[in-house]
Structures are given as C-alpha cells and as structure tokens.
C-alpha cells in the first residue's frame, strides 16, 4: 500500500510541473506574436508618415469636390444674392434724402395748470424774495413772500429778526402780527433761516404820524426802487419849508416829502435838476439860476415823483425875489439825514468843499452833526 501510494504522489507531481511548462510556453508564444504585430504596425507609422497623410489630404479633397460638383448652384445664388444687396445699399446711401413734412394739426387749447405753474416757480426759488408789503387803514404790516417749499424763513425790521414763517408746499408764506407800527421809517429784508441766505432786495417803508393809508412801500432792488403800495394823498406830504439865493447866482431850496422818492425843481419853467429824499423826509436841491431880480416875480414848480418817474404831488410857489443874502448872512439848519457832503454841494456847488463848512464852524469830525444845529455857510 505504501509503495502505490509513493508511485501515485510522484505521477501528480510530475503532471503539475508539465502543465506549468505548458502554459509558460503558451504565454511567451503569445507575447511573441504581440510584439511583432505592435512592432510592424510602429514601423509602418514610422516610416511613412508623408504617405499617411497624403492619402487623408487626398480623401477631403475629394470630398470637398464632391460638396462643389453636388452644389454649386446654390452656391452660385448665394453669391448672386450678397452681391445684389451689396449694390442696393450702396444705391440707397448716395440717393438723395426726401424730406416729407407731414401735416400738423390745430394746436389743442387745454386750461393751465395753476398749482403745477406754482410748484413749477417754487422749484426755481433759490432765495428768499417779497411778493407784498402794505399798511393796512388799522396800521398792521402785511408781509408776504416766497423762498423753497417747507422751509424756514426769518422776517428782519431794522436789523432784528421780529418772526420766522414757515413756507407752505408752494413756497409761499404770510406774515401779519396784530400789534400796530408806530409812524416811522423801517427797512425790511429776509433770510432764509435754514441755509442762512439773505434776500437780494430789501423794502422801504414810511408809516405817516396820522392817516396810514398814506403810507408808503418801496421795494429797493439792485435796478433801482418799485412801488409796492401807493399813498393816496401825497399833496400834504410835499412842503417847501425854505428858499435861499445865494449872490453868486444860486438857488437852494428844501423842504420835505415822501421818502426815497424824487423832487425835481423848476423856475419860470426851466428845468433845474432834481434831488432824492432822504429817508426823514428832507430833501434839498440846488441849482445855478444866474442873476435873479430883487422885487420881479418868479414861479418855482416842486414835483414828487415815483419809482417810474411819473409825477404824483406838485407844489406851485409864487414869490417876490427879495434881496440877495450877503456871505455872513448865509446859515443852514441841520435836519436829520443830513450830511456836510449834501449841504456842500447844494450851497458851493460842489461836495468835497464840505471841509471849508467844517472849517468855517469849528467841526473836527465831519462825519459828526447834529439835527437843529446852525451851520454858518461861507458862500462867497
């Protein structure tokens, strides 16, 4: 038994290791025929490439005369087509341009707008401006104005803030205290208190001492002065209060009228010039009349004249000239508003001579005068 055993053990042996080299010589064989088909495929991409590619270059272009010789005449009209739109384009842009107008219609009339022509004019306001200034017959100021929309504006009398309006959504706004003005003159402007902007124009007021509806509004503007409001008698307010000749042919005459307006000055009809009332009321004019006659009548003509230059009051003064004043005869009343420069140029004739007035009565400070005081005028 242990003999077959040992013979059984020694055959499997043997047919392991024949199986074994049977497949190891069928592996390498295979590895063999591998090599050689990748080795004659290498050697033909190695050694004619040029023809490799010849024969690819040579198949598109057969292709492509294929695609020619298949549609050439689509292409044909295709080409036919670009070259007439081509020609067309060029036709239309050198062709000249018709203009054809076409035929306007009536114009519509439709109605204004107020409140968008109002927020049109607000939304230009870049400062505050007045619209109206009036005394009323009970004495109370109306103020009315314009600045931007919803803001802060400050009403000034006299250089102190008396109130801040507020300005609606169209700018506007309304300033109307119950107290009374006392009779006097004031000078009024705005500021808009939140950008601080002060108004261009200012406005003058003159309240009379007894009768307000004669009282008067000036608006002061870089162009010159504008009625705002009118009195509606002014005959009163215009008074000749002296007449001066000079013996060197001069005439000087004063008095008082509306403030911040003109009084020209006529004798015999001839037109002699014209002064501006100050802001008390005071206004003196001279003028060169030549030689007048002691005991010959003559007719002087005031007029008061508005901003516009039309004339509103007129006062007509007959007189007897008397005999002409001597040099040390000659003296001047201070009024208020006064000054040595105005009294110089309506006695001398000339403004800057106020320092031989000065001289003449012992002012050290020109500047300073006072109303009532008498000034002796060295006329010769």
Same mark, same amino acid.
């Given at each position: 038994?242990?003999a077959q055993?040992t013979?059984k053990?020694?055959?499997?042996t ?5 199986g074994?080299?049977?497949?190891q ?10 090599t050689?088909?990748?080795?004659r495929?290498?050697?033909?991409f190695?050694?004619?490439p040029?023809e490799?590619?010849?024969q690819?270059?040579n ?6 005369q294929?695609v ?11 080409m ?11 036709v ?7 203009v054809?107008v ?5 114009p ?18 870049t400062?505050p401006?007045?619209?109206?200034v ?9 103020i ?9 504006i =400050?009403?000034?009398? +006299?250089?102190?803030?008396? %109130? ?6 169209? /700018? @506007?706004f309304?300033y109307?205290?119950?107290n ?47 009625v705002?409001?009118?009195p ?22 004063t ?6 307006l003109?009084?020209?000055l006529?004798?015999n009809?001839?037109y002699l010039?014209y002064?501006?009332v =100050?802001?008390?009321? +005071?206004?003196?004019?001279? %003028? ?5 006659k002691s /005991? @010959?009548?003559y ?7 508005d ?12 007189f007897?000239?008397?005999?002409a ?7 001047y ?11 110089a ?20 400070n020109?500047?300073?005068i ?6 002796h005028?060295?006329?010769?």
């Open positions: 038994m242990t055993n013979k053990t020694k055959r499997s043997d047919e392991m290791i024949s074994a080299v049977d497949r010589q069928s592996w390498l064989n295979n590895r063999r025929i591998f050689r088909q990748f080795l495929r290498f050697n033909v190695h050694r004619k040029d490799s590619r010849n690819q270059n198949a598109k272009v057969a292709k492509n294929s020619l010789r298949d549609y050439w005449f689509p292409i044909l009209c295709a036919l087509v670009v070259i007439i739109a081509i020609v067309v384009i060029t239309k842009i050198n062709a000249p341009v018709k054809i076409p035929t306007v219609p009536e519509i009339i439709k109605p204004v707008n107020i409140e968008q022509r109002a927020t049109d004019k607000v939304a230009t306001v400062e401006s007045f619209d109206i009036r005394i009323e017959q009970d004495g109370k100021i109306v009315a104005g314009r600045n931007c929309a919803e803001s802060n =400050s009403v000034v009398v +006299n250089n102190k803030v008396v %109130a801040t309006e507020h300005t609606d959504k169209n /700018g @506007e309304v109307a205290p119950h009374v003005l006392k009779s006097g003159n004031y000078e009024i402007y705005l500021i808009d208190a939140d950008k601080n902007i002060k108004s261009k124009d200012s406005v003058f007021v003159y309240v009379p001492e007894k009768d307000y509806k004669n009282s008067l509004s000036l608006l002061m503007t870089e162009n010159g002065s504008k705002l409001q009118f509606q008698s002014v005959s009163g307010d215009l008074v000749i209060s002296k007449i001066d000749y000079l013996n060197t042919g001069r005439i000087v005459v008095g008082r009228a509306l403030p911040k003109r009084v020209s006529t004798l009809n001839k010039g002064a501006r =100050s802001n008390y009321k +005071n206004f003196g004019l001279g %003028a060169d009349v030549g030689e007048l /005991g @010959e009548k007719k002087l003509i005031i007029r008061l004249h901003a516009s230059g039309k004339t509103i009051a007129t006062k007509k003064h007959e007897v000239m008397p005999k004043t001597g040099c040390e005869d000659t003296f009343t201070v009024r208020r508003g006064d000054s040595l420069w105005i009294i140029n309506n006695f001398l004739r000339r403004g800057i001579l106020f320092s031989i007035i000065a001289d003449c009565n012992n002012i050290t020109p500047d300073l006072y109303p009532k005081q008498v000034l005028i060295p006329v010769k």
